[in-house]
Nanobody, 124 residues
Framework: QLQLVESGGGLVQPGGSLRLSCAASRFTLDYHTIGWFRQAPGKEREGVSCISRSGGSTNYADSVKGRFTISRDNTKNTVYLQMSSLKPEATAVYYC?????????????????WGQGTQVTVSS
């Protein structure tokens, strides 16, 4: 089983920023497409962003375009999600996941390995 660990969540005021990290153990991330997803209470898990194995291709949900940036450092075996201009509706548990394809990479069903999640709360 691939193991992913998210970190960097916390409480932030509206308009603030956070950077989430997704680190891998027991495997190298650069063989995988990596996606970030979030799930708010009572809602389905939704795709936020994803990045190809090389980092040359990225995709974002419309709701976060222009405010979130996904990146990866394969030398550190880590993928990042920089979140800026955060809104209260971004409050959720954020998960990273490893997959194979870049096609439909915002769809959770295409990802087999998941981290445990990190809580992001945007509130004043």
């Amino acid at each position: 089983q691939l193991q992913l660990v998210e970190s960097g969540g916390g409480l932030v005021q509206p308009g603030g920023s956070l950077r989430l990290s997704c680190a891998a153990s027991r495997f190298t991330l650069d063989y995988h497409t990596i996606g970030w997803f979030r799930q708010a209470p009572g809602k389905e898990r939704e795709g936020v962003s994803c990045i190809s194995r090389s980092g040359g291709s990225t995709n974002y949900a419309d709701s976060v375009k222009g405010r979130f940036t996904i990146s990866r450092d394969n030398t550190k075996n880590t993928v990042y999600l920089q979140m800026s201009s955060l809104k209260p509706e971004a409050t959720a548990v954020y998960y990273c996941a490893a997959g194979i394809l870049m096609t439909s990479c915002l769809e959770p069903r295409y990802f087999a390995s998941w981290g445990q999640g990190t809580q992001v709360t945007v509130s004043s």
